[in-house]
């Protein structure tokens, strides 16, 4: 239940509070004083679009901030706690935030969380309808899943099916369509992979070898370098055999190691030193081996260093066109040959993909018309419980229908013999039909209704609502506009017998159905034009009559206007 609502900076809403109670609450002022506001606040508590134009004229940012009572337990407390909402003594503490530049803020229970959050806690929450309600209700898609919501898992269970069966088959067609349509550039692709698979295949590189080849080509390049120097670094390592009188560093390190050898007896130091020299000496021998063996095996072979450069060839190739180096290359390779393979499974990959099709087709039609069978049924109920509704509401001679219908196509699916359109929720144009009177034929509702007829219908069909899939509170924006007289009395009665089992919320300016409820507010402005805290008032006793008076002939002090509101007052207690 909606206990309260804080509006501040808000249309022509300055600082105002919104004390609710259970049952039926009329919102009532003078037009333009504000009282759309208190279904605008709600909306935006709830999570309704950000508007900027509603902040107030000379303020930095609108804010309104809610308390509503939640059942414990419920899906609603569920989905707070998950985002970290904590409840105040069984409510949860809903504000928003709108600033003049645009931006939005919403909070939950003390923890800032997404608009969307507000949007999913509204549906189990509160049911809110205005004038675009009315008007959205004139559409065949909002009367499809009106009727759909009626239906309850008769409809919702074989529609999930349906769904699931309908998104398979939009994505089997699109690859289908995309094989098909691109089918000469898939070929080119294919062409173009084939070339390079030869191409690489044809020189058969091996992961590394361009950069083996590389050294290889610097060394056979500068083979006659190479071996001078290590010619030179070994006839210095171990000396010359042509130069006998030559001094080497072998010779050297020899002569050092025997000196210390012959006193290393008598000095621990020196024995140390001695054990290094001779470490440095085996090195000296090893370093000189491998020197000479360097020079004999460097071979300056023209054949071989031109054999070197053409393999570098032959792969710089292939990496100028298929990767920075042969890696890369063969990576190419190894993703080109998977697409190859998935490029000539194409042809088997068509035949799969359209008998799957084919299948989903008939499947769907199926389930199409599972779906029919049950939205006829419900529509029957539906419209029957409407019709109900409708006589407690000063139509008693009216009767609701609906009319289910499916469109031929050619492209569609086959559902009782016919190739029919579907969409993603079926084959199936639902649409409301009112005949308002014995003799009128059924027409749409969109054509055949009134604007107080379309209040009613509209009425009518929440109430049914309310028995099938209740919230816990109900607000509506002028639900009586274009009605008056009976009708208006009948709607008031409606709404309090609502009210019996919901928390029911009415803006109105028709005095009849203001009578019913269990409070009165009045939304009223000051000189300055602007709605304060204290503008926002529970009318009781003499000042409801008055405000009931000044609704009904537009003076407060009108006797006969006076007469007429207690009058109405007293019927509704009747009633009660």
Do not use: C
């Not at 009395?489 to 919320?505: D, M, S, Y």
């Amino acid at each position: 239940m909606l206990e309260e609502m804080r509006i501040r900076s808000l249309g022509v809403i300055d600082d105002a509070v919104v004390e609710l109670s259970p049952g039926f609450t009329a919102v009532t002022g003078e037009t333009g004083a504000g009282k759309t506001m208190v279904v605008t606040s709600l909306g935006l508590l709830l999570g309704g679009r950000a508007d900027p134009a509603l902040v107030r004229i000379g303020a930095k940012s609108a804010v309104v901030e809610g308390r509503i009572t939640v059942p414990p337990g419920g899906t609603a407390v569920v989905r707070a706690e998950e985002a970290g909402a904590e409840l105040d003594d069984g409510a949860l503490l809903f504000s928003r935030t709108v600033s003049a530049e645009g931006r939005s803020r919403a909070h939950l229970g003390g923890r800032s969380v997404p608009v969307g959050v507000l949007a999913e806690l509204a549906d189990e929450l509160v049911a809110v309808h205005g004038q675009t309600d009315q008007q959205g209700l004139l559409k065949l898609s909002r009367q499809r899943q009106a009727l759909d919501r009626y239906a309850g898992d008769a409809v919702a269970v074989p529609l999930a099916k349906y769904a699931g069966s309908y998104r398979r088959l939009r994505a089997v067609s699109a690859e289908l369509d995309e094989i098909t349509t691109r089918a000469r550039e898939r070929a080119q692709e294919a062409d173009l992979l084939r070339f390079g698979l030869e191409e690489i295949a044809a020189v058969e590189p091996r992961a590394g070898e361009d950069t083996e080849l590389s050294a290889e080509a610097e060394r056979l390049g500068h083979a006659e370098a190479l071996a001078s120097a290590a010619t030179v670094a070994h006839a210095a390592l171990a000396g010359n055999p042509e130069d006998p009188e030559g001094i080497d560093a072998a010779t050297l390190v020899a002569g050092a190691h025997r000196a210390l050898e012959a006193v290393r007896s008598h000095d621990s130091a020196l024995a140390t030193l001695s054990g290094r020299i001779g470490e440095i000496a085996i090195l000296l021998g090893d370093v000189a081996g491998e020197l000479a063996g360097y020079a004999d095996d460097l071979d300056a072979d023209p054949l071989r260093l031109a054999a070197v450069e053409e393999r570098r060839a032959a792969l710089t190739q292939l990496t100028r066109k298929y990767g920075t180096d042969i890696g890369a290359v063969l990576d190419w390779a190894e993703q080109g040959a998977a697409r190859l393979t998935e490029l000539d499974g194409d042809d088997d990959r068509l035949g799969d993909l359209t008998a799957e099709r084919d299948a989903l087709r008939a499947e769907l039609g199926g389930l199409a018309q599972a779906l029919t069978d049950a939205r006829a049924e419900a529509a029957e109920r539906f419209a029957a419980a409407v019709t109900a509704e409708l006589a407690s509401l000063a139509m008693p001679h009216a009767r609701v229908s609906f009319d289910i219908r499916q469109t031929d196509d050619p492209e569609g699916v086959e559902v009782d013999g016919r190739t029919v359109a579907y969409g993603p929720a079926g084959v199936d144009e639902v649409e409301l039909l009112l005949a308002p009177h014995p003799g009128a034929p059924p027409r749409p509702i969109a054509k055949g209704a009134s604007g107080g007829e379309l209040s009613r219908v509209m009425l009518a069909v929440e109430v049914v609502f309310a028995g099938t899939d209740p919230v816990p509170t109900y607000l509506f924006d002028e639900v009586d506009a274009g009605v008056g007289g009976k009708a208006a009395v009948e709607i008031g009665r409606r709404l309090a017998r609502l009210a019996k089992t919901a928390q029911v919320v009415v803006v109105t300016h028709l005095p009849q159905v203001a009578a019913f409820a269990d409070r009165q507010l009045l939304v009223e402005k000051t000189v300055d034009g602007s709605v304060t805290r204290s503008g926002v008032k529970v009318l009781e006793g003499e000042e409801r009559i008055r405000e009931l008076s000044r609704m009904l002939a537009g003076q407060e002090d009108s006797e006969t206007a006076r007469a007429h509101a207690e009058e109405l007052l007293a019927t509704a207690r009747a009633d009660g």
